[in-house]
């Protein structure tokens, strides 16, 4: 079973327009990743934030995480058509080596 | 500095062969994970190895195994295999002990016929 649910399963904005994406999780973690996947190729790590963070950014990347709802979000601003991709919340087991995934964000950024 | 790379890129078998797919990872990275993704889906874990041993495995049956070397290269295998296992199969890097960031190779593409 996926340790983390996104939300929505499919975004489709236009450019310049901010995307916002949400990530539910079941058990305690020690942080929350956020990748990107373009079309069928490797996932890219774009950012880590830990469970006693509940914000940080990175570019025109901003994340939030609430630990007492086992929620997280990830907000891209002023998006770009290169923005479309795939958005995975992920996070590790209690262990720290086994890293599960969300069922992903289909994100289409249109010109 | 060389990122992760895996081979083959695409690899197509039938039902109840076996495959072999490998991973060098990222320059200085001692830990490999190799993770199914089937189309439309997340990643699911398979296992990961860190100093030769298999150190956590996920959901999956016997017929998946792995091996990693002293470079810290790994292959995984898959014997017997089924229409099911067709899917890209992605391998990640990260050292030591684990809760950082993932750094994934583009994924070998297998379809099983």
């Known amino acids: 079973s996926q340790q983390g649910e996104e939300d929505p399963q499919a975004l489709s904005i236009q450019e310049g327009e901010n995307a916002t994406m949400n990530c539910s999780y079941k058990?305690?973690?020690?942080?929350l990743q956020w990748y990107r996947q373009n079309s069928g190729r490797g996932l890219v790590h774009l950012i880590l934030?830990?469970?006693?963070?509940r914000e940080k950014h990175s570019g025109r990347l901003r994340v939030t995480l609430d630990t007492s709802k086992k929620s997280s979000s990830l907000l891209i601003t002023a998006s770009r058509a290169a923005d479309t991709a795939s958005y995975f919340c992920a996070t590790w087991n209690n262990a720290g080596n086994m890293l599960t995934f969300g069922g992903g964000t289909r994100l289409m950024v249109k010109p | 500095d060389a990122g992760v790379t895996q081979s083959p890129t695409h690899l197509i078998k039938t039902r109840g062969q076996q495959v072999t797919l490998r991973c060098s990872p990222k320059s200085g990275h001692d830990t490999v994970s190799w993770y199914q993704q089937a189309l439309g889906q997340g990643p699911q874990f398979i296992f990961q190895y860190y100093e030769e041993e298999e150190r956590q495995r996920g959901n999956f049956p016997d017929r998946f195994s792995g091996h990693q070397f002293p470079n810290y290269s790994s292959e995984l295998n898959v014997n017997a295999l089924l229409l099911g296992d067709s899917a890209l199969y992605l391998c990640?890097?990260?050292?030591?002990?684990?809760?950082?960031?993932?750094?994934f190779g583009p994924g070998t593409r297998l379809t099983v016929l």
């Open positions: 058990t305690s973690i020690n942080n």
């Open positions: 990640a890097s990260s050292t030591g002990r684990a809760l950082r960031a993932q750094y």
């Open positions: 934030i830990r469970s006693n963070e």
